[in-house]
């Protein structure tokens, strides 16, 4: 222990340099602050609650979706991820088990369907469109042109290839037994000018550019990726006609989360009149459909309870 005295500390000087520096560093702050919030659209919350939503869809490089996304941001203080599927067998799993929050990529036949097989509550909470399913061919002007026997393509998938057999149908390509449904299936055949290809709707296109099929019924998500030109439309079904409603395509969530409003302003927010313009330069022959949550649900019960009924 050392025997030297202690010395006192000198006597403090004046505090006023001390107390100029931390109102100064208190400015700065506030400056700071000011400055992050006004970058932030002005609200001191918007970081602290700011939201990430995972959608799935089956077009993410359409620019639309960044119109969309950019005004999520903006306007609701919510990140959206778009998760691309290639594959409409994987979207409603993948949601189903978390992987999104939300998907939109299919209508209210296919989402009755795929409740009633996997069954699962998938529910609807804001519509989109309905777009006309097309069948088209790079060699003939029309449907009647093509010749007897010629190959044409649609989807294999339960729902889209009903909807593709009654456009063939439609356009005097086959005949379906007692006029066909919504749930027709290739059994329901009776005869056939042309040979069908059945293949997963996102090859449909690929068989027609490739010249393995004479047309192709392609939907409208993978004829726009695919960039199939409008004047190879030889025939197509009727987007604004009524029997079209259950072709309009949705925002779709998990039961439990049907009434979390961040998911409805997103629904809600594919129909500002930015994402509209942008939808319709990406989407020309898509007619747009605004109905209610409520209404898409009982449309879906009334479907689902047909689809049960149709598998006897």
Do not use: C
Not at 5 to 12: A, I, R, V, Y
Not at 34 to 56: H, M, N, P, W
Not at 67 to 93: C, H
Not at 118 to 128: E, N
């Amino acid at each position: 222990m050392s025997s030297t005295t202690p010395s006192l500390p000198d006597k403090p000087k004046s505090r006023t340099p001390l107390i100029a520096g931390i109102v100064a560093a208190v400015v700065v702050v506030a400056v700071v602050v000011g400055v992050l919030l006004s970058r932030g659209g002005g609200s001191a919350t918007t970081a602290a609650t700011e939201r990430t939503v995972r959608i799935g869809v089956s077009d993410q490089a359409l620019p639309f979706w960044r119109t969309y996304t950019d005004l999520a941001a903006e306007r609701l203080g919510v990140e959206v991820q778009l998760v691309n599927f290639t594959d409409y067998s994987l979207p409603n799993p993948a949601l189903a088990q978390g992987e999104v929050d939300i998907n939109q990529f299919q209508h209210t036949q296919y989402l009755a369907n795929y409740n009633v097989d996997a069954g699962d509550d998938l529910q609807p909470i804001g519509a989109t469109a309905v777009y006309p399913l097309s069948l088209y061919s790079t060699t003939a002007d029309s449907a009647d042109a093509l010749p007897e026997g010629a190959q044409v393509a649609l989807p294999n998938d339960a729902i889209n290839q009903a909807r593709g057999l009654l456009v063939l149908q439609a356009a005097g390509l086959l005949t379906l037994r007692e006029g066909g449904t919504p749930f027709s299936d290739l059994q329901d055949v009776e005869d056939s000018r042309v040979e069908l290809v059945s293949l997963d709707a996102s090859q449909t296109a690929n068989a027609l550019q490739s010249g393995s099929v004479a047309a192709a019924v392609v939907n409208n998500n993978y004829a726009a990726s695919a960039d199939l030109a409008d004047e190879d439309v030889v025939f197509a079904d009727d987007p604004e006609s009524p029997e079209a409603a259950p072709y309009v395509n949705l925002f779709v969530t998990r039961a439990e989360d049907a009434d979390d409003q961040t998911y409805l302003d997103l629904a809600a927010l594919f129909h500002d009149p930015a994402v509209l313009e942008a939808f319709s330069q990406d989407y020309p022959g898509g007619v747009v459909r605004d109905v209610d949550a409520a209404t898409l649900q009982e449309q879906l019960a009334a479907i689902e309870e047909d689809a049960r009924a149709a598998q006897g």
